[in-house]
């Protein structure tokens, strides 16, 4: 099943699905462009939308008017073209070879160029009367993606001098805006400042090409991190406009984010345990006393790291279970104690409950020893995506 699907016969499903929040998306959003002032908001959609269906997710964004998108392979924005999205989307991939360049150009994509390969590729794609449109990433910390300090100024001359290329953009990656301390983020900030004082300087009018260095966390802490040396012209968040905190010691909640995705199921078993009841592979959890189990057809191949053997806790029968035993492939089980569980009851793993309760994806992701985002784009293409407005509910094909 297609992640993108929308499945209303649930007599076909599984009772397990994730609930899109799209009133949610739209919220978060907003809060993007409050943030961002008067900088266009680049709304970042690779990975499937993190997960969440990213043309769905594209169509809401834009609706929210976030002005471009973001992604990262060239299949991404054909699949973003195909669906009828006409935005500006920025390839951050870049292009791997002359088949990839002639895909981009022909699917309208602005694609990410870092080495004299890059830009050779893309003059060779473009002309004067059709200038093909690109952006330079600078390397100034990440050390993963993007031209070198040192050779950085010689691609940005050689892009501003080539007739058959328009500049769109140059940008860096903030390596550390999560963090307390900002002094590594302002560094990159000063260092793209100084290049863009070197190259463009002020010729090329009064806005020039996009400038932009802001993640999801730099978002947050924009102000602080351009400290006066830069003024970007654009923000690219992504985590964020799904409704998960980018920092480890402050909460969606307090952000003023709300949560997209819920993943639910239903109960479809349950059983007495006695004390010395093995649950599972291997037998790793024993229980230790006389004990209710409740059994979800949701496991590994849906997005439930084994990981969180010991650890992970779902929302079921209005509290907080843990999840115990081995996570297996469709399935875990959880401990309700003596507390009343009966076959059909929903249980929901990260997102709201059906009365509107949040259960914190960053919980659960903390709880198998990673971050939101694994979790979110682990999400297993056979659960379906049910999108509504607002809280999900108790029976999601309603």
């Not at 209005?318 to 929903?346: F, K, L, T, Y």
């Not at 659960?364 to 999108?387: D, K, N, S």
């Amino acid at each position: 099943m297609s992640i993108e699907s929308d499945p209303t016969d649930s007599a076909e499903q599984r009772p397990v699905w994730a609930w899109i929040d799209r009133a949610a998306l739209r919220h978060n959003a907003r809060r993007a462009r409050a943030l961002a002032g008067d900088r266009t908001v680049i709304g970042v959609v690779k990975a499937d939308g993190y997960g969440h269906g990213a043309t769905k997710v594209a169509r809401a964004l834009l609706a929210e008017g976030i002005g471009r998108l973001a992604i990262v392979s060239v299949a991404e924005g054909a699949a973003l073209r195909r669906a009828g999205i006409g935005s500006p989307i920025l390839l951050l991939g870049g292009m791997d070879d002359v088949a990839g360049a002639e895909r981009a150009l022909k699917w309208g994509l602005v694609p990410v160029l870092q080495d004299e390969r890059g830009v050779a590729l893309a003059q060779s794609f473009g002309s004067a009367d059709a200038r093909f449109a690109v952006e330079l990433e600078v390397d100034t910390g990440m050390r993963r993606m993007g031209a070198s300090p040192t050779s950085a100024s010689t691609l940005l001359a050689r892009i501003l001098d080539a007739p058959q290329l328009a500049l769109s953009g140059v940008f860096t990656h903030l390596a550390r805006a999560d963090e307390p301390e900002l002094a590594p983020s302002r560094g990159q900030a000063e260092a793209l400042a100084a290049l863009l004082a070197e190259v463009v300087g002020e010729e090329q009018g009064e806005r020039g090409p996009d400038r932009h260095l802001a993640n999801s966390a730099g978002l947050f802490r924009l102000e602080e991190i351009e400290a006066g040396a830069i003024e970007t012209t654009a923000v690219r968040p992504g985590l964020m406009l799904y409704g998960v905190s980018p920092f480890a010691d402050r909460s969606a909640e307090a952000l003023d984010l709300e949560p997209v995705m819920t993943l639910a199921a239903r109960v479809v078993a349950t059983r007495r345990l006695s004390a010395g009841d093995s649950v599972g592979y291997g037998g790793e959890w024993t229980a230790d006393r006389e004990t209710t189990l409740a059994t979800l057809p949701v496991g590994y191949a849906d997005g439930i790291p084994r990981a969180v053997l010991g650890r992970g806790r779902v929302h079921l029968a209005g509290a907080s279970r843990p999840i115990v035993g081995r996570v297996s492939m469709d399935s875990i089980c959880v401990d309700c104690g003596d507390d009343p569980v009966e076959i059909g009851d929903v249980a929901t793993v990260f997102g709201r409950t059906p009365e509107g309760a949040r259960v914190p994806v960053e919980d659960f992701a903390r709880a198998a020893g990673t971050i939101g985002y694994e979790i979110l784009v682990g999400v297993g293409g056979r659960v379906p995506r049910i999108a509504g407005d607002g809280p999900p509910k108790a029976d999601p094909y309603a």
